[in-house]
């Protein structure tokens, strides 16, 4: 009986040592030694086969198992690795602090990223430009109509499912028009991008501003000790010819880093618009083919230096310089409603404007010590300006074409509009073993000046009409507060909290009006995330964040434009913010499989609007608070990656939004909307210097907000080629090969039905060359980690 339990015991301790598993831990830091979250820590098998993966928590902290035995170690963040070597494991393993520098060329033997297309955080989605197909040799804009999860229409930008949002650059918030916004991301060269980060939660360190969410668009920086410079030129034709040059420069040796970028290039569109008014006597059908130009010119320069062992300090600076013209006929046709011609109204529209913009930034990083803590100041300056004047004239006709008499109408309108912005911004980051704390704050002050001025020239010779000049000047401040907490309760659980606050003082006058309009408010911003990891393989989130859609500058301004005398456009200076509360309920699997459940609720949501008057058959267009809305969606993704010469992004959304309106003007609505996507790349031949980019979209039929909108195809196809040693691409993109988007757009406005259907000239065929060189023969003794980010998320 004894031999019996002797050899049980043997037995079962063979067995236990035979499964024993060994915990190997470290910290990851950058040159900055600050934690850097989000990286992942990969173990694969002597084969070379996968075997466990861990993310580092906002600690910079990772821990992985594994039996005895010997192993790859992998780190890498954003797609990008920066370790990759031997471990052997036969105890429990402590690597302490890791400090991060990304490889070139060790002794001879070259480190190669193994780049992601598509990263998936608790937070936010992180696409990998540089790694994509369909975006080489466009532009940003381009690189964010490829971006998963991101959608762009008629100069709007917006997240699937979740409406429109403001964009960031480099984690500064630029505010402008959409319009502008568009011409402005049409001038960055898609190669001088590095990733695109969509944030749907953004936590307290961001700014508060914005309806669901943000984008951030990070562009490039030098990797450690080398210098590289790319030259690029890109023709793309649509009803047009465009085009333009590129170049980029970066150098890095030691502690200074220099940055150097310009793009120069003309754009040209013709863009149509067919809409109808039913009013209840008429239906009044408008047709406007537009052909417009833009010469573009964006300038970039970075300096960072590094002062001392643990103080960095940079400045950068962005310019963008634009002028378009463009050039219409509309054309409204009135029918009576036997469907016969009553009238016409022919109108000639000449415009022309020059948006400019100068960004400056300051900043500074300071270590506090080893293990992360550390504080950043930003000192920003920003300077926006826009000259633009239309001019336009036109007549009344009967139904053979004939001008009535006395209809003639004629006008120049001229506006100058100068933005200035100023504001300063500092971080604390606090990490410590039982959680990491983040505090800081932020404070800014702009002011706007427009100066309309409006001539009467329906005699040829232009007569200052008083009556509609106006100066309008508006100054808004701000005064933020935020605090941070993030906590691993325990090897499953982690959670963080978060609140902003944020003080605003705003301030209009109307000089022709003598009017001034002013606001004071204080508001509270919380952001909770708590996460659930069940294992390596499945990990459950909630977040709630609320946030602030402020008016834009333009929708506060009284200013009355007449473009004929049918339609006019009026600012409003009562206009008041949208307050968002969004939650998010999450299921990550395998970090490849993402679904989320919804909601989203706005109050006092406010937009521009045309309104019609039935009795005058005048259309008013101006920004109101109208509604009460809420939607509730779900989406889900997946990121197909398992042979390696195929990486596809596949997902769809679907939601339901419900519009309780405020006004007479409008009815309340509700209704469902759905997308389709799938973005896909292929590697084609095994030397990869051939690629395959291949993205379409499906939007369903269904209501959006107060539109229902038809069904609309997107179907983008990239080919890119590599040559001279990968250092030559060339790269063949058709944009909208289906010529597919152009919706039927329809909505009521006092009672009153209106059509749309636009086109965007979106069809395209782009052709794209581009030349990288450079020194990146720097050896090093041994293997260091590597990170090409100054400043990192503290929280």
């Known amino acids: 009986m004894n031999r019996i339990i002797l050899v049980s015991v043997l037995f079962l301790l063979h067995i236990n040592a035979f499964a024993q598993q060994f915990t190997v831990k470290g910290k990851i830091i950058n040159q900055n030694k600050t934690p850097l979250e989000f990286a992942t820590a990969t173990l694969l098998k002597a084969d070379k086969t996968f075997y466990q993966q861990a993310s580092t928590d906002s600690l910079g902290n990772f821990i992985l198992k594994a039996e005895k035995g010997d192993y790859q170690l992998i780190i890498e963040q954003f797609g990008t690795e920066f370790s990759n070597k031997p471990i052997r494991i036969d105890q429990n393993l402590d690597l302490r602090a890791l400090e991060a520098k990304e490889q070139i060329q060790l002794d001879g033997v070259t480190v190669k990223s193994r780049k ?61 028009t959409q319009e502008d916004l568009v011409a402005f991301l049409r001038s960055i060269p898609a190669d001088n991008i590095k990733s ?60 200074l880093s220099l940055q150097a970028s310009i793009n120069k290039g003309k754009d040209q569109f013709r863009t149509t618009s067919d809409s109808r008014i039913y009013y209840p006597n008429e239906i009044w059908k408008q047709n406007i083919a537009t052909k417009s130009k833009t010469d573009l010119l964006s300038i970039g320069f970075g300096a960072d230096y590094k002062l ?88 009344e006709m009967d139904n053979q074409k004939e001008n009535i008499s006395g209809t003639y109408f004629a006008a120049i309108n001229s506006n100058l509009n100068r933005l200035k912005n100023y504001s300063a911004k500092i971080d604390v980051a606090l990490p410590y073993s039982w959680a990491n704390i983040s505090f800081g704050g932020k404070g800014f002050y702009t002011n706007t000046q427009n100066n309309l001025t409006v001539f009467d020239n329906e005699t040829g010779t232009p007569i200052l009409d008083a009556n509609y000049s106006n100066i309008f000047t508006y100054k808004e401040y701000n005064e933020a507060l935020y605090f941070s907490a993030n906590k691993k309760i325990s090897e499953k659980w982690e959670t963080q909290i978060g609140l902003r606050a944020e003080a605003t ?10 009017q001034t309009n002013k606001n004071n408010y204080i508001k509270l911003f919380p952001t909770l995330y708590v996460t659930y990891s069940a294992n390596d393989n499945n990990t459950f989130s909630l ?9 834009d500058f333009d929708y506060l301004n009284p200013f009355v434009i007449r473009t004929s005398p049918f339609y006019y456009s009026e600012g409003n200076p009562f206009l008041k913010p949208s307050i968002i509360d969004n939650f998010e309920f ?78 007479h003007l409008i009815a309340s609505v509700d209704g469902y909307n759905g997308y389709i996507y799938s973005n896909n790349d ?12 291949l993205n379409y979209g499906l939007q369903l039929p269904g209501r959006y907000q107060v539109f229902n909108i038809s069904t609309l195809n997107i179907l983008d196809v990239s080919v890119k080629f590599l040559a001279l040693k990968k250092n030559l691409s060339i790269t063949l993109t058709g944009e909208d090969v289906l010529n597919a988007q152009k919706p039927l757009i329809s909505y009521y406005s006092n009672g009153i039905k209106n059509t749309m259907k636009n086109y965007g000239d979106s069809r395209a065929f782009r052709i794209a060359l581009s030349y990288k060189f450079g020194n990146q023969n720097v050896k090093s003794k041994e293997r260091n980690f590597g990170n090409e980010e100054e400043r990192n998320r503290a929280n």
């Open 196 to 255: 695109i980060e969509v944030i749907t939660t953004p936590p307290a360190k961001y700014e508060a501003e914005g309806n669901s969410g943000l984008i951030n668009i990070r562009l490039k920086t030098g990797k450690a000790n080398s210098w590289n410079a790319n030259f690029g030129t890109t023709y793309v034709q649509r009803s047009y010819a465009s085009g333009n040059i590129n170049g980029l420069f970066v150098y890095n040796y030691n502690k």
């Open 116 to 176: 992601k297309l598509v990263e998936q955080k608790v937070d936010r989605l992180v696409f990998n430009v540089e790694n994509s197909v369909v975006s080489t040799g466009g532009t940003a804009l381009d690189a964010l109509k490829s971006t998963p999860t991101v959608r762009v229409q008629n100069e709007t930008i917006s997240i699937v499912g979740k409406g429109e949002v403001l964009v960031m650059i480099d984690d500064r918030l630029n505010k402008m």
């Open 505 to 514: 003082q705003t301030e209009g006058y109307s000089e022709n009006l003598n």
């Open 586 to 663: 999450s299921y990550i699997r395998n970090q490849k499989w993402v679904n989320t459940v919804y909601f989203s609720q706005v109050s006092n949501f406010g937009q521009e609007l045309a309104i019609i008057d039935p009795e005058t058959n005048i259309t008013k267009s101006t920004p109101i608070n109208y509604a009460d809305t809420y939607q509730i969606g779900l989406s889900t993704y997946y990121n197909f990656n398992t042979y390696s010469w195929w990486n596809s992004f596949m997902g769809f959304n679907l939601n339901y939004q419900n519009v309780k309106s405020r006004t």
């Open 543 to 551: 977040n709630y964040s609320r946030r602030i859609r402020r008016p």
């Open 308 to 395: 001392t062992e643990k103080w960095s300090s940079g400045v950068k600076y962005l310019g963008s310089f634009n002028e378009r013209t463009s050039a219409n006929n509309p054309l409204t046709t009135r029918y009576n409603t036997s469907g016969e011609i009553n009238s016409y109204i022919l109108s000639d529209v000449n415009a022309q404007n020059k948006p400019q913009m100068n960004a400056l930034n300051w900043n500074h990083n300071i270590a506090l010590n080893n293990e992360g803590k550390n504080i950043t100041i930003d000192l920003d300056y920003f300077n926006y300006q826009k000259d633009d004047s239309r001019e336009f004239s036109g007549n």
């Open 682 to 693: 292929f590697t084609i031949n095994q030397s990869k210097t051939f690629f395959l980019g």
